[in-house]
């Protein structure tokens, strides 16, 4: 199509994102509510050149893409339930061998096949801990269709520059929802590529632990030979049981998010100054919670809203500083309170954190939490 106007679902814009973001390669297998993601791409990526792979299963799928990563080329699974369960070893290995790569986690109702076809928000922990051990992960929760389009493009963005890992995590709801979308030219997005050894394939050193934290990474195929391990390894990219280098190589995989926190965190803020309600929210309950904005003010009642985007690393500090003003933070979420509890530590419990739960699959209804604020007048 001419136009980059269109009336999309959220799963297909996810798919037409990774293609604008420079994907060319998708390994998955079907999976109830992010089919959609792998049906667009079997029909999309052949036409540019790109290459998908229906694979056996879900492990294989995760492998499959992180082999073409070291082969360079931007590549994306997707995926809801179970299937993420399964992916959460090799998304470790590519944590700890710092391999680009992206992963779609469509939300589905849990634990085990649980709700097929209905939406959730019970993985939101696992995409930050499912995976063993001490790592590096950044996720991204949109709440539109044109939002999981642009930040498809930040995630490909953001792996690249930092070498990680990055989860796009959606609910049915964002997945399936329709709406109006247009979206930029590609010429005018901005597409970020890993960076490149200066170095020549003898002096070249795969995981060098220099002042950036994010070492270059050398394609294979590309004259560079190097080794790549889910051991814990030294600079050369060969295991070691050398507890200096065990400590700088760990310390190092840990921390280079840390330095860049300024550009991975994003949220939105509503801020009504003699609001002295506030809700914090993310994905499809943000839809929710907005809605139930505009109820209270029809009730004269002033509510702050903090919309959680990047959600792994938390906006720990930004939610903080947003709870300074206020007596009361509801959290709506469509599961037990799994963020809530993030909350509750960033605001260190100096003010009253509420909760919205509901766990049927069904989204949160805007009255639900228009009653709950009405609760803390």
């Not at 953001?158 to 030219?185: A, N, W």
């Not at 051991?231 to 700088?248: K, M, R, S």
Request: proline share 7%; hydrophobic share 40%; charged share 20%.
């Amino acid at each position: 199509m001419s136009s980059r106007t269109y009336m999309m679902q959220g799963n297909i814009a996810v798919a037409e994102g990774a293609i604008d973001a420079g994907c060319r390669f998708f390994a998955g297998y079907p999976i109830t509510p992010s089919s959609e993601i792998a049906e667009q791409l079997s029909k999309r990526l052949p036409e540019i050149g790109g290459r998908f792979i229906q694979m056996e299963d879900e492990i294989a799928a995760m492998g499959a893409i992180i082999g073409a990563s070291l082969g360079g080329v931007k590549a994306l699974t997707a995926t809801s339930g179970p299937g993420f369960s399964l992916k959460q070893e090799n998304i470790g290995y590519a944590s700890i061998a710092e391999i680009p790569v992206v992963i779609v986690n469509v939300m589905r109702g849990g634990p085990s096949t649980g709700l097929p076809t209905l939406p959730a928000q019970g993985d939101v922990m696992q995409a930050r801990w499912g995976t063993h051990g001490d790592h590096p992960i950044i996720t991204l929760t949109p709440a539109s269709v044109r939002e999981s389009y642009d930040m498809t493009i930040q995630a490909f963005n953001m792996s690249e520059k930092y070498r990680v890992p990055v989860i796009i995590l959606l609910d049915e709801i964002i997945g399936h929802v329709h709406e109006k979308v247009t979206f930029p030219e590609v010429d005018q997005l901005e597409i970020i590529n890993r960076k490149k050894p200066d170095t020549t394939p003898e002096e070249y050193l795969p995981y060098i632990n220099d002042e950036s934290l994010i070492p270059p990474m050398a394609n294979f195929g590309d004259g560079y030979r190097y080794h790549v391990t889910g051991l814990v390894h030294d600079e050369t990219g060969f295991p070691t049981n050398d507890t200096d280098q065990i400590e700088a190589m760990l310390t190092r995989l840990n921390s280079k998010l840390d330095k860049y926190l300024d550009e991975i965190i994003q949220y939105e803020e509503n801020i009504v100054p003699e609001a002295k309600i506030g809700i914090v929210t993310y994905g499809s309950s943000a839809r929710s919670s907005r809605h139930a904005l505009r109820l209270a003010d029809e009730q004269n009642i002033p509510v702050n809203m903090f919309r959680i985007q990047t959600m792994w690393p938390f906006p720990t500090d930004a939610i903080n500083e947003f709870s300074k003003n206020v007596s009361h933070l509801i959290v709506p979420e469509l599961n037990l309170g799994q963020i809530a509890h993030e909350v509750e530590h960033a605001v260190r419990r100096e003010v009253e954190v509420l909760r919205v739960n509901k766990i049927t699959g069904e989204p949160i209804n805007p009255e639900e939490i228009l009653t709950k604020i009405k609760e803390c007048l």
